[in-house]
Nanobody
């Protein structure tokens, strides 16, 4: 299993970013995919998840209404659209499935 995140960067508060996670090594369409994040000095926390079909999603309360998780099973890719970003969203964002993790992508939100 390989998970490769991209799309992180530096953005001002109120801005948007779209993260991507390209997956390989397993039958992507059959598995739940999720995004987690870890801020400096804090534990890794769940952000959003999507079932294999993409029809059911769930979110951490802190990102509901601002972030949207989606997946393209034809491209073996899961996305995280992040809008109205806040400084407290600053973290390394990780893609995960079946207890596998990507290397993470840094998101930094400045005031």
């Amino acid at each position: 299993v390989q998970l490769v995140e991209s799309g992180g960067g530096l953005v001002q508060a109120g801005g948007s970013l779209r993260l991507s996670c390209a997956a390989s090594g397993f039958t992507f369409s059959k598995y739940t995919m999720a995004w987690f994040r870890q801020a400096p000095g804090k534990e890794r926390e769940f952000v959003a998840g999507t079932l294999y079909s993409g029809g059911i999603t769930n979110y951490a309360d802190s990102v509901k209404g601002r972030f949207t998780i989606s997946r393209d099973n034809a491209k073996n890719t899961v996305y995280l659209q992040m809008n109205s970003l806040k400084p407290e969203d600053t973290a390394v964002y990780y893609c995960s499935t079946q207890n596998y993790w990507g290397q993470g992508t840094q998101v930094t939100v400045s005031l």
